[in-house]
């Protein structure tokens, strides 16, 4: 009913578990898939390795994020992936082939919510401006790929909280 009323103008759409949806319990579900495919990075290396260097990256990223900038709400994949570099002293080029990997295993894992395509498929038919919007730090164009993948497009904006470095609040 919001949405067909005639005095609104734009309509946002939260990305993550509104109109995408990934086949996980939990965010961090996603590791364990990505870990399958650069499995030959950790030959030796004990169990959930990648696992486990991944959230700590991703934390100690955002703390030093804090103290560097105070006002910085969120960080890039690429920044995670840096900070993994080197608290583990990953051999060159090691930290790009395990982002573009847990990058792809984004696409392969992404649906689109049924319910909420629908409702943005509405929005679009009748003539609203509509923004997306994310917490995420994954970069724009993966963001907008996904949603293409999905059949999401048409879109005004597209907010990614990483490429501001605010959150979507």
Same mark, same amino acid.
Do not use: H
């Given at each position: 009913?919001?949405? /067909?009323? +005639?005095?609104?103008?734009?309509?946002?759409?939260?990305?993550?578990?509104?109109?995408?949806?990934?086949?996980?319990?939990?965010?961090?579900?996603?590791?364990?898939?990505?870990?399958?495919?650069?499995?030959?990075?950790?030959?030796?290396?004990?169990?959930?390795?990648?696992?486990? *260097?991944?959230?700590?990256?991703?934390?100690? /990223?955002?703390?030093?994020?804090?103290?560097? =900038?105070?006002?910085?709400?969120?960080?890039?994949?690429? +920044?995670?992936?840096?900070?993994?570099?080197?608290?583990?002293?990953?051999?060159?080029?090691?930290? =790009?082939? $395990?982002?573009?990997?847990?990058?792809?295993?984004?696409?392969?894992?992404?649906?689109?919510?049924? /319910?909420?395509?629908? $409702?943005?498929?509405?929005?679009?038919?009748?003539?609203?401006?509509?923004?997306?919007?994310?917490?995420?730090? $994954?970069?724009?164009?993966?963001?907008?790929? *996904? $949603?293409?993948?999905?059949?999401?497009?048409?879109?005004?904006?597209?907010?990614?909280? /990483? +490429?501001?470095?605010?959150?979507?609040?």
């Amino acid at each position: 009913r919001q949405i /067909c009323d +005639e005095k609104i103008k734009t309509v946002s759409f939260d990305i993550f578990d509104t109109l995408l949806m990934r086949p996980l319990w939990v965010p961090q579900d996603l590791f364990y898939f990505v870990q399958e495919s650069v499995s030959p990075f950790f030959a030796g290396a004990e169990e959930n390795a990648f696992v486990r *260097m991944r959230i700590f990256s991703e934390q100690r /990223c955002r703390e030093l994020s804090k103290v560097y =900038d105070a006002s910085s709400e969120d960080v890039t994949l690429a +920044e995670i992936y840096r900070t993994m570099e080197g608290a583990y002293n990953l051999p060159e080029g090691r930290a =790009d082939a $395990l982002r573009r990997a847990e990058e792809e295993t984004e696409k392969k894992l992404i649906r689109a919510r049924r /319910c909420g395509k629908e $409702l943005f498929e509405l929005a679009r038919s009748l003539g609203k401006k509509v923004a997306l919007v994310s917490d995420m730090y $994954l970069s724009k164009e993966c963001v907008g790929e *996904m $949603l293409a993948k999905c059949g999401i497009v048409g879109y005004d904006k597209l907010y990614v909280s /990483c +490429e501001y470095r605010k959150l979507k609040y």
